[in-house]
C-alpha cells in the first residue's frame, strides 16, 4: 500500500520528511505531494488543491491518503478527485472534513478571531506567528529542521479560510482512521471513535511526524491495511 503523506496547507511538506524517511527504510513506498503556494491559487480554492495533489497521485497502486491538521478539510476533494487511487484516509491530528463550511467555522470563535487580527491586505500572517513566540521552537526543538519547516511557510490569503468547502464527503470505498498527536485534537479523536472508525491516541505533540517519526510510523502502520 503506498502512502501519500499530505501537508496542511498552511504549512509545507517538509512536516513529512522526516516520517517519509523512516518509512522508506522499513521498505515502504511514498509519495510526499506538494501543495501549491495558495497565493498563486485561482478560486474556488478546494477543486484546484484537490486536482494538484490527485494529478501527483494517481499513477500508481492503491494509496494511502494521509493528511495531517487543516488537510483534513481537503480529504473528501481529493479522494473524489483521485478516483480510485485512493483506498482509505487517515487523519493525523487534523480536522475532519467540513462540507459546506469554512475553515473559520472550525477553529473556534477566540481562534478565529485572533487570526482574521492578523489579516493584513487579504493576507493572514505565516501559520508560525498565529501562536505565542517561542511556540514553533516547543514543537520543534532541531534548530536545523525548525527552519526547514519555516522555511515553507507563506501568508495564507484569508479568502481561502472564508470559503466554505465543497459538499462532498469521502468516497464509498474509502476506509478511514484517525491519529491523534496532541491534546488539541481530542474532539477530532473521539468524534472519529463515536462513528466507529479506528483510533489510536499517542501523547506527543502536534509536529511529532518531525520529531517523534519511528512512533509515527508504527502508529501508521497499525491503522493502514493493504
Do not use: C
Not at 520528511?17 to 478560486?43: F, I, N, S, W
Not at 506567528?129 to 521552537?137: C, K, R, S, V
Not at 529542521?145 to 519555516?150: I, S, V
Amino acid at each position: 500500500m503506498r502512502w501519500v503523506l499530505l501537508h496542511s496547507p498552511l504549512t509545507g511538506p517538509a512536516v513529512w520528511r522526516a516520517v517519509a524517511a523512516e518509512a522508506v527504510r522499513k521498505g515502504l513506498d511514498v509519495t510526499v505531494p506538494d501543495l501549491p503556494d495558495l497565493a498563486l491559487v485561482t478560486p474556488p480554492y478546494y477543486p484546484a488543491l484537490g486536482f494538484a495533489v490527485a494529478s501527483q497521485i494517481m499513477r500508481g497502486g492503491p494509496a494511502a491518503l494521509i493528511v495531517h491538521s487543516g488537510a483534513g478539510g481537503l480529504a473528501a476533494q481529493v479522494t473524489n478527485s483521485a478516483g480510485s487511487a485512493v483506498s482509505q484516509v487517515v487523519f493525523v491530528d487534523a480536522i475532519l472534513p467540513y462540507p459546506g463550511r469554512t475553515w473559520f467555522s472550525t477553529a473556534g470563535d477566540a481562534f478565529a478571531q485572533s487570526v482574521r487580527a492578523k489579516v493584513e491586505n487579504g493576507m493572514v500572517a505565516p501559520w508560525d506567528q498565529w501562536f505565542p513566540p517561542g511556540a514553533l521552537a516547543g514543537l520543534i526543538g532541531d534548530h536545523a529542521q525548525r527552519k526547514a519547516f519555516a522555511r515553507e511557510l507563506r501568508p495564507t490569503p484569508v479568502a481561502f479560510l472564508d470559503e466554505p468547502a465543497p459538499e462532498l464527503d469521502l468516497p464509498e470505498h474509502v476506509g478511514w482512521s484517525y491519529l491523534r498527536l496532541s491534546k488539541a485534537y481530542e474532539d477530532e479523536a473521539r468524534e472519529a471513535r463515536r462513528l466507529g472508525r479506528p483510533t489510536l491516541r499517542r501523547d506527543l505533540s502536534h509536529l511529532a511526524m518531525m520529531t517523534h517519526p519511528a512512533e509515527v510510523v508504527s502508529s501508521l502502520r497499525n491503522l493502514i491495511r493493504g
